[in-house]
């Protein structure tokens, strides 16, 4: 699977499961990869091969996932929206985005 396939899956994950501010962290990511040639390499790294640190790292000029802003409600403070990622990472890695769904929804949007 392409890098660009697992982004579109990961999308369709965030979106399924109501989280929108994972979802414009994404698109953060992804809009950067777009004009910067050696992060969009790091980018396709940590979706495609890397694990949960890796994709922390990437996203890390973004926020800092280990100093949360506590001002900020906790769906929109940087490490939930790196957390909303990773687990729509886990769920495409896995070839189980529809159980993942599934799950999440039963646990937070019923």
Known sequence: MTALEMIHQARGYLVATIQPFSLSLLDDAVNKAASDEDYAKE?????CHGSTVALREV???????????YSLPPEQ???????????AMHYVKRGEVAEGIEFYNGLHNS
């Open 59 to 69: 996203l890390s000029i973004f926020g800092d996932y280990l100093k949360p802003d």
């Open 43 to 47: 980018l396709e790294q940590a979706l």
């Open 77 to 87: 403070r940087h490490c939930n929206r790196v957390n909303g990622i990773d687990n």
